[in-house]
């Protein structure tokens, strides 16, 4: 009987299943790290982008401050602009006041009653003067108080004297200014 010695054949067969089994190992690992270093290259490619936009709104971020700033300073220069021009209307109305004040002392005055004195100072009046009798002093008094522009009208003396032969009545009277209020225009 023929002997063949086959061992040889199997330890060549193994080496080359060996060799083979190799070569996928090795081509499992190559692609294995190909799509790694392409899954790294792609995520590192997202965060730099995203550190980019990052970087663009910071920038925007920076000049919407500089710009908000700006802002606050036009409105803080609005204010002081209102401001200035709420005090140049209030010395309007305060320039007119006297005006006023007079022309509606006038216009009340009845005719047998004189004026000696008028002084203002700080809202308070102070008026004296000489009336014919005690129902034109009481007159003058209702009238003064129905006016827009004086308030809290108090007798505060009177007294009868003479002039010339006639009984007149002295007065003094205080009361308070007020200035009434204009329409809001819309």
């Known amino acids: 009987m023929i002997r063949i010695n086959l061992l040889p054949v199997r330890a060549a067969q193994k080496k080359a299943r ?10 499992t690992l190559l692609v294995t790290g190909l799509v790694c270093g392409g899954l790294y290259a792609y995520v590192a490619g997202k965060v730099a982008a995203e550190k980019k936009e990052i970087a663009e709104i910071e920038k925007e971020i920076q000049r919407l401050k500089k710009t908000i700033g700006k ?29 006023h004040l007079l022309d509606e002392l006038s216009r009340v005055l009845p005719d047998k009653l004189w004026l000696s004195s008028f002084k203002e100072s700080g809202g308070g009046v102070s008026i004296k003067g000489i009336g014919l009798n005690e129902e034109t002093v009481a007159k003058f008094m209702r009238d003064l108080e129905a006016s827009p522009y004086y308030r809290q009208v108090e007798l505060k003396v009177t007294e ?24 809001k225009a819309k």
């Open 71 to 99: 802002v606050a300073h036009f409105k803080k220069l609005q204010k002081e602009f209102q401001a200035k021009l709420d005090v140049l209307d209030k010395l309007k109305e305060r320039k007119t006041g006297p005006v």
């Open 18 to 27: 060996m060799q083979g089994q190799l070569i996928v190992l090795v081509l």
């Open 160 to 183: 009868q004297t003479s002039k010339d032969g006639l009984k007149l009545q002295k007065f003094d009277i205080s009361c308070r200014t007020e200035t009434p209020k204009k329409p």
